[in-house]
């Protein structure tokens, strides 16, 4: 079973947690009197964020009395495990939230990024059990640990070949093999885009393919955005844009996270795992509005905006992906803002045009308790990316419907049996008492999904 700091499969001793939601208060069955008496004399109702503890003569929590006000929310609890000291705790009471959903919402709370601090403290631990569903909680609060870590981490120690290293990394633990494609190598190997958005950066371009398990299983491809940081390229970015662009390379840090979830769970799958990782930088070797592009799929892409690179580096892995006829592309990117004032900062929205597969991340939404929302993939806008002089535009004039004339371009690369796309944020501002950061978005849905389909 692998390592958490926040879930334990067992404890010696553990504090009692209590859910309640507002409808369910008050209720007195099975609570303590001591804990009963402090929630009654603190006015204790039920709504979301009301905490109330009792302690033992020796100065340990003893039990923990929570609300979650109507309950719908799937990380109210990552507010409980945010404010709790150093400890070991075990839910009493769900409040109606699955297993699952507990662990990963204390997970969450509990998250702390901690590779630049000198002081760090011990968060408290929840008791998740050392059957199937321990480990396997276990393996997804790992999984987007890590996630949350990359995105984090600063473009000075997280550029292409850290995201390689990390890559490098998963390949080792789980014996899958990885090929990496480097610098001018990605001329040779018909990767001209990737090649074009990274060549201008101080850390060579790059693609790597990683490949894990039976070729006799169905093929998953999972895509991801890696641009480390992105300065808008010759199109700058003005400073409040540019300040969150560490985490431009928020789309690999899903697929990273999503290909770890499936080797560890050892899904019946054939798992290949795409990311090209560049930073589109400006130096003299930038490529320039107005440039063509030639891609791996022999399109042609006139550059309307070099802020519009993700999309580019994207095409050319969708392509490579689809070559190998899988039964799913999956991939995640960073793309727009476009998304955000679509969906706000919570809602993951995903494209496709196969109707049973998004019903199906629809219900791993739900089942999850992760939000993710179906958009349009609305073909009359595919002409809002014609070019006089190339074969499409990577940037729609007008700035309406942003968000899915990238998805459409995206679209023009691919070649498989189906194919979803999800434009998330990868970040969080500050909520359930843990400052902005890096946050999965969407990731816990496709899991779900994958799970029911491959399962």
């Known amino acids: 079973m692998p390592d958490h700091p926040a879930l334990i499969a067992t404890a010696d001793a553990a504090a009692p947690v209590y859910l309640f939601s507002k409808s369910d208060w008050p209720a007195s069955e099975?609570?303590?009197?001591?804990?009963?008496?402090?929630?009654?004399a603190?006015?204790?109702?039920?709504?979301?964020?009301?905490?109330?503890?009792?302690?033992?003569?020796?100065?340990?929590?003893s039990g923990v009395l929570f609300g979650i006000g109507d309950g719908t929310d799937a990380l109210a609890v990552a507010a409980l495990s945010a404010k709790l000291t150093s400890g070991d705790y075990q839910i009493a009471r769900d409040g109606g939230y699955s297993s699952a959903q507990l662990a990963?919402?204390?997970?969450?709370?509990?998250?702390?990024?901690?590779r630049y601090l000198s002081d760090v403290s011990e968060p408290p631990r929840l008791v998740v059990g050392d059957q199937a569903d321990g480990e396997s909680h276990i393996r997804e609060a790992v999984a987007i640990g890590r996630l949350r870590d990359l995105v984090n981490t600063p473009a000075e120690d997280m550029g292409p070949a850290d995201i390689q290293g990390a890559i490098s990394d998963l390949a080792e633990r789980y014996g899958a093999s990885l090929e990496t494609i480097i610098g001018d190598a990605l001329l040779d190997q018909n990767y001209p885009m990737v090649h074009a958005v990274g060549r201008a950066g101080p850390q060579a371009p790059r693609i790597m393919e990683l490949s894990w398990g039976n070729p006799d299983q169905p093929e998953l491809a999972i895509v991801g955005k890696g641009v480390a940081f992105d300065t808008g390229g010759l199109n700058l970015k003005t400073g409040n844009y540019m300040r969150l662009m560490k985490k431009d390379m928020g789309g690999a840090a899903h697929a990273i996270a999503l290909a770890e979830l499936v080797m560890g769970h050892d899904l019946p799958v054939h798992l290949k795992l795409y990311v090209p990782a560049v930073e589109n930088a400006i130096s003299g070797e930038a490529f320039r509005p107005g440039d063509v592009l030639s891609s791996r799929k022999g399109l042609s892409v006139e550059i309307d905006n070099t802020d519009a690179e993700g999309r580019l580096i994207l095409g050319d892995a969708l392509t490579r992906a689809?070559?190998?006829?899988?039964?799913?592309?999956?991939?995640?990117?960073?793309?727009?803002?476009?998304?955000?004032?679509?969906?706000?900062?919570?809602?993951?929205?995903y494209y496709t045009d196969d109707e049973a597969l998004a019903s199906a991340i629809a219900n791993g939404a739900q089942v999850s308790g992760d939000p993710a929302w179906r958009m349009p993939l609305w073909s009359p806008y595919r002409a809002m990316l014609k070019s006089p002089i190339a074969d499409i535009v990577n940037s729609a004039s007008g700035g309406m419907a942003g968000s899915i004339t990238a998805a459409i371009f995206l679209k023009q690369f691919v070649d498989a049996k189906t194919w979803v796309h999800l434009d998330v944020w990868a970040w969080r501002e500050g909520k359930y008492g843990r400052p902005a950061g890096g946050a999965a978005c969407g990731l816990r849905a496709m899991w779900e999904m994958l799970k029911s389909r491959y399962s």
């Open 104 to 114: 990963n919402a204390w997970a969450d709370g509990a998250y702390r990024f901690t």
């Open 322 to 349: 689809s070559e190998s006829d899988p039964d799913l592309v999956i991939d995640f990117a960073t793309l727009t803002g476009a998304a955000r004032v679509a969906l706000g900062p919570d809602l993951a929205p």
């Open 42 to 61: 603190q006015g204790f109702k039920g709504q979301n964020g009301q905490l109330v503890l009792t302690a033992s003569d020796d100065g340990t929590i």
């Open 30 to 40: 099975g609570i303590p009197a001591d804990l009963l008496a402090m929630a009654n």
